[in-house]
């Protein structure tokens, strides 16, 4: 049974996606010790160095560019920026993974250490993040953190996923497509709300569905993570010193992360240290 | 009182400096006491350490079933291998975890918790 990681990167013309799912793909290889694949585009492809690529990823999947739509507020520390949000491709990573056992990462979730790794023989096909970690704390973390609505189902978080390859993790993956396809009905349903496209709601939406409308508490790791008001500032022989806002807009705190994976929201400050993260 | 209240104000910067700090090195070790086995989910703690410790005791050192942290009952071929491999990471990681949060107590501002 092949293992793999499998990465998106498509760029959307503010963040370089690209250079995000190296980075990424270099940290999962080196401390999980299986190949990375990345799903992209031709467009997204030709803007990078594509020897680095090809020496990095096992295998280069195109797809069509993206299609939507979506938008989002993204942070940069003080500074945020509408810019577009291409996830709308995810459903068909069950057809494009070239692996048996597949871990689905975003392309900022720093893999620093081999916890997933116990997870590739696990008995459940379908294992997501079931809990969002804030770094600082339970204090920036607020009740749609946790729940798809104020009514609605236990939001798990698509920034890790990890599937076996079989007619019923095509179901779960179906479902998504499905719900992201009628993404209002299904607002309107779950009481969520439809402004923007996020791939957690889908996922959890389908999962509550295919685990029997009832909660099934067998789950990856909670995703340690900083928000994008936070700053990756500056890394260091494997140690990532942030500058985080715990009260978000307030006074920033530093802290510092060694041999922890961890999902820095804030894209450009993740490549403002790229050399040094590699 | 400008001054009192700087003080007031560096040493709550430090507090929830040091408070983040700590999180961080618990979700350290809590992340290295997961231990995956035979498609289980193990959390080595205290509990299962004791438990494992008296199953040996009582002699049931092969085909022992335990349930992981999903309660899936999970075959334990070889108790003994098990039992030194949680044994090994249970100290390794608390003992490290300590000699960290021993370092952190002794730095008393922010610019050396975080070196």
């Not at chain 1, 959307?12 to 250079?19: K, L, T, V, W």
Request: glycine share 4%; with cysteine.
């Amino acid at each position: 049974m092949s293992n793999g990681v499998v990465i998106f990167a498509h760029n959307n013309g503010d963040i370089d996606y690209a250079s995000l799912s190296l980075i990424a793909a270099k940290l999962a290889k080196t401390h999980l010790n299986v190949p990375v694949s990345v799903i992209t585009d031709k467009e997204t492809f030709s803007s990078v160095d594509q020897k680095e690529f090809q020496n990095v990823f096992d295998k280069i999947i195109f797809t069509p560019p993206s299609t939507t739509n979506n938008t989002r507020n993204l942070y940069d520390g003080v500074e945020s920026k509408k810019v577009k949000f291409l996830n709308d491709l995810r459903p068909s990573v069950w057809d494009l993974t070239p692996y048996d056992r597949t871990l689905l990462i975003d392309c900022d979730y720093l893999i620093m250490s081999n916890t997933l790794s116990n997870y590739w023989d696990n008995e459940n096909e379908l294992l997501i993040s079931g809990k969002y970690n804030d770094i600082t704390g339970d204090e920036r973390v607020g009740y749609h953190d946790r729940y798809v609505s104020d009514t609605g189902v236990k939001l798990y978080w698509a920034t890790t996923v990890m599937f076996t390859k079989n007619e019923r993790t095509k179901l779960f993956f179906d479902l998504v497509e499905h719900i992201r396809n009628n993404y209002n009905d299904y607002g309107d349903l779950f009481r969520f709300s439809t402004k923007q496209y996020r791939n957690d709601i889908s996922f959890s939406i389908a999962k509550h569905i295919l685990d029997g409308y009832i909660s099934a508490d067998v789950d990856l790791p909670p995703v340690l993570s900083t928000i994008d008001k936070d700053m990756l500032h500056s890394v260091d022989n494997g140690k990532l010193t942030f500058l985080l806002t715990p009260q978000s807009n307030q006074n920033y705190v530093f802290a510092s992360v060694t041999d922890l994976d961890v999902h820095v929201m804030n894209k450009k400050s993740i490549l403002r240290n790229a050399k040094e993260l590699v | 009182m400008d001054d009192v209240l700087k003080k007031a104000l560096d040493f709550s910067n430090y507090r929830k400096t040091f408070a983040i700090q700590h999180k961080i090195l618990k979700e350290k070790a809590d992340s290295r006491l997961t231990y995956g086995f035979n498609g289980g989910i193990f959390k080595i703690d205290r509990t299962l350490i004791t438990f494992v410790q008296m199953l040996e005791d009582k002699g049931r050192i092969s085909g022992v079933v335990l349930l992981d942290v999903n309660d899936t009952p999970i075959m334990i071929a070889d108790l003994l291998s098990f039992k030194e491999d949680i044994f090994d990471r249970y100290f390794n990681t608390t003992y490290e975890y300590y000699e960290e949060y021993e370092k952190m107590k002794k730095n008393r501002n922010v610019e050396s918790l975080i070196k």
